[in-house]
């Protein structure tokens, strides 16, 4: 068994649409995070080589939000290209929700090694937690990243509440 270190950048923070109960990033949900539209890449790339220098071997470029649009698209493609002009050899990871695969081709052609996209809970239990999307569309998510030639890191949240059979 071999474990890789990652670090992350929420490089787009809060004020998402959707109503996942166990996120701060909701604009349902108070919180007292900060709440920004764009980190500046000069910040990411910082960050970036401070991962590398703390022995990660991946990086993690977040966003809120349902997913990527054309906007957000193009800010994580200007990130991830600057973190691998500044920083060779991380391994980069895309965490920006719902997309299709022409939009998670354009990441990997930017760089993106690695699409992160959590199932959550079971299929059944999935209402429980939000209501402004589907389970399935999150399914179809990871079956497009895998599809555009991504790695798929996939993971689940236990104790909101769903039976031992979920």
Not at 57 to 62: A, D, I, M, T
Not at 69 to 96: F, H, R, S, T, W
Not at 105 to 125: Q, V
Not at 129 to 150: D, M, P, V, Y
């Amino acid at each position: 068994m071999q474990i890789m270190l990652c670090a992350i950048s929420n490089i787009a923070s809060g004020n998402c649409s959707e109503d996942c109960k166990y996120c701060t990033q909701s604009a349902h949900v108070k919180t007292d995070i900060q709440k920004y539209r764009r980190k500046e890449l000069s910040q990411i790339v910082l960050e970036a080589k401070m991962a590398k220098k703390n022995e990660a071997l991946g990086f993690c470029l977040v966003t809120a939000g349902l997913g990527l649009d054309d906007e957000k698209l193009e800010y994580v493609c200007e990130a991830a290209k600057a973190v691998q002009k500044e920083v060779p050899n991380l391994l980069l990871i895309a965490c920006n929700g719902m997309a299709s695969v022409e939009q998670l081709k354009e990441l990997k052609k930017a760089g993106i090694f690695s699409y992160n996209h959590n199932l959550e809970t079971s299929k059944e239990f999935f209402p429980q937690i939000c209501t402004t999307h589907t389970w399935e569309s999150r399914f179809q998510t990871n079956l497009n990243a895998k599809e555009a030639g991504l790695m798929l890191c996939c993971g689940g949240i236990y104790g909101m509440g769903e039976s031992e059979e979920d």
